[in-house]
């Protein structure tokens, strides 16, 4: 059974960091998209970073330059760096994988298709202030 988990998020000023820890146990990479998505009060669920095949990544514009997705095969983890916080990147961060066996995906289905990925942590919280 696949079992998804964050860990790292917390309350920062503007400009601060945070890096956010996601293991998934139970799960063997294919090379399938991983990625983290967000969610602010009131808002849609969208894509921040994923990783879309071995090594390649992709990011939403509101935060490349600023976020950086890495991942470890050997240990299922997947880590989100976040710098130059902003308080619009304020919201509930998700680790998210692909159900193995879906197929090859593009870095915008990678970002933007929520529906293929078939697993999903609880959550972590990122508040930052102005």
């Known amino acids: 059974q696949v079992h998804v988990a964050e860990s790292g998020g917390g309350s920062v000023q503007a400009g601060g960091s945070l890096r956010l820890s996601c293991v998934v146990s139970?799960?063997?990479?294919?090379?399938?998209?991983m990625g983290w998505f967000r969610q602010a009060p009131g808002k849609e669920r969208e894509g921040v970073a994923a990783i879309v095949s071995y090594g390649t990544t992709t990011y939403a514009d509101s935060v490349k330059g600023r976020f950086t997705i890495s991942q470890d095969n050997a240990k299922n983890t997947l880590d989100l760096q976040m710098k130059s916080l902003k308080p619009e990147d304020t919201a509930m961060y998700y680790c998210a994988a692909v159900v193995p066996g879906v197929g090859s995906m593009t870095a915008i289905q990678c970002l933007g298709d929520m529906t293929k990925y078939g697993y999903w942590g609880q959550g972590t919280q990122v508040t930052v202030s102005s």
């Open positions: 139970g799960y063997t990479y294919g090379g399938s998209c």
